[in-house]
């Protein structure tokens, strides 16, 4: 360790480097509730999502049968915007840290 100005300052080598946590991954996840049509939530999955109809029709059974699905994961913050989007459709959903 070296001295300047009378503070201690680490030698180069001295200094290790600081790996970066992985960024946090989110899910956005669709919940089941008692006043969407089935057909409903395939519009929208569809619609907003742009999803094909067998992954839109899995997906809201899933919602249907478990009681929710996770449609998306990535960035929090773009998880919230589809949440919100969701809920501007009618939709429950909520932001949730992705498990894996």
Do not use: C
């Not at 989110?26 to 742009?50: A, C, I």
């Not at 998306?72 to 998880?79: K, S």
């Amino acid at each position: 360790m070296g001295v300047m100005a009378g503070i201690a300052v680490p030698d180069l080598d001295e200094i290790t480097e600081i790996e970066a946590a992985p960024p946090t991954s989110w899910q956005t996840v669709v919940w089941n509730d008692p006043v969407n049509l089935m057909s409903y939530v395939v519009h929208v999955f569809r619609t907003y999502f742009g999803f094909d109809a067998d992954t839109a029709h899995r997906l809201m059974l899933s919602v249907h049968h478990d009681g929710h699905a996770v449609v998306a994961r990535g960035p929090r913050e773009v998880m919230e915007v589809h949440a919100q989007a969701l809920h501007d459709y009618g939709l429950w959903a909520t932001v949730r840290k992705d498990p894996r």
